[in-house]
């Protein structure tokens, strides 16, 4: 299993990744919606231009870091998903417009009014609407409106629209209840949008956002568009929601079985260095691929401690290699400076991951 490389290093199988990018797009497109994908996930330039070959409408970004590093890359259709504070952030922020279309969302008329003050054309901003995850926001509705209407007082922005996350829906327990979460994820914010537009503040962008709703929120009337990210490469959360399977699943960890101290515990290269710490202890929150009788016990730093079930002790001697998938791609992709891409079951690229580490 590729023996060119050392382990432990992060695989990346294309040809699912490239299956992965068309299945979102023609989702996006069946409903007539903007695809903007978060690139949290990859922060590989290579993989975002693939993207938006595929139909994307520009993209999303977590941290300015990372949107300096796509746009150096010359793409220059960005969403900033995240609130900027602080004088040294908006030098780095006016910069970047000078070579990129950027747009940001926020929560608050303190970090609108800083915007306001960078001069030029006004900074279009979307204001965050708290639709159930209880992160950034207030909730749908009148308290959304009354701090959209103080934002849209403010000089030198343009609120331009709504903007949610439905994190909570990593905690559905069943596929009714992931697409009643983007249901409601979808119509709040429309709801929200009607209320603005009565206060007399027409907003033209309703943007949701992440992988476990973005096909059931796309179809919900006025959504402009979906913000998903994790499906580019899946991972054991999206294989537990339904949404993703073992194929689908295209970012691994190569690892090697280092140490077989008794029969039914395996001990790989791996650990949360490689693999995070995301979802620690939850049944199957790290998966071997094509060896379903392997179930991750516990990680250190750098071991990965499985054990087996019965009929498999003679299984995986010292020396075997095994494709572990995480439980979150973006933090486990975040781990690694250099990944390897595959296709056909060879190795056939190497790509950076050129904002790895981009946290400013």
């Known amino acids: 299993m590729y023996p060119e490389l050392d382990t432990p290093a992060l695989v990346i199988d294309l040809d699912a990744v490239r299956a992965n990018i068309d299945e979102m797009a023609e989702a996006a497109a069946r409903h007539g919606v ?41 793409i220059d259709d960005i969403l900033l998903a995240f609130p900027l504070w602080g004088e040294p952030k908006l030098r780095r ?19 609108a009014a800083g915007l306001g003050r960078l001069g030029g054309p006004p900074v279009e901003v979307l204001v965050e609407v708290d639709t159930g995850q209880h992160r950034l926001g207030r909730p749908p509705g009148r308290p959304t409106a009354d701090l959209v209407a103080e934002i849209a007082a403010i000089p030198g922005v343009e609120v331009v629209g709504l903007l949610t996350l439905a994190g909570h829906a ?11 979460t983007a249901r409601r994820e979808g119509e709040d914010l429309v709801a929200t949008a009607e209320l603005c537009a009565r206060d007399g503040i027409e907003l033209r962008e309703i943007s949701v956002g992440s992988t476990p709703t973005a096909r059931h929120a796309a179809g919900v009337a006025g959504v402009t568009e979906i913000r998903p990210g994790t499906y580019i490469f899946n991972d054991t959360a999206m294989m537990r929601l339904g ?22 515990r395996a001990v790989f290269d ?14 199957g929150w790290i998966r071997a691929a094509g060896l379903p009788y392997v179930h991750m ?64």
């Open 170 to 180: 990593y905690h559905a327990r069943t596929a009714t209840e992931l697409a009643e």
């Open 243 to 264: 949404v993703a399977t073992e194929e689908t699943a295209a970012a691994r960890v190569l690892t090697t079985v280092i140490g077989r101290p008794i029969p039914e």
């Open 34 to 74: 903007r695809l903007r994908p978060h690139i949290k996930t990859h922060k590989m330039p290579e993989l975002a231009r693939m993207q938006l070959d595929a139909g994307a409408g520009g993209i999303t970004c977590a941290k300015l870091g990372e949107a300096e590093v796509m746009a150096d890359a010359g």
């Open 297 to 360: 016990d516990f990680l250190n730093e750098e071991h990965g401690v499985a054990l087996l079930e019965a009929g498999h002790h003679d299984d995986l001697p010292v020396g075997t290699r095994a494709q572990l998938i995480p439980s979150h791609a973006c933090a486990a992709v975040n781990n690694f400076d250099l990944a390897y891409g595959v296709e056909g079951g060879r190795v056939t690229t190497e790509l950076r991951v050129a904002a790895r580490g981009a946290v400013r």
């Open 270 to 283: 791996a650990g949360t260095k490689c693999l995070a710490s995301d979802g620690t202890g939850t049944p």
């Open 93 to 111: 922020f006016a910069a970047l417009r000078e070579r990129a279309r950027v747009r940001v969302s926020l929560d608050s008329p303190e970090v």
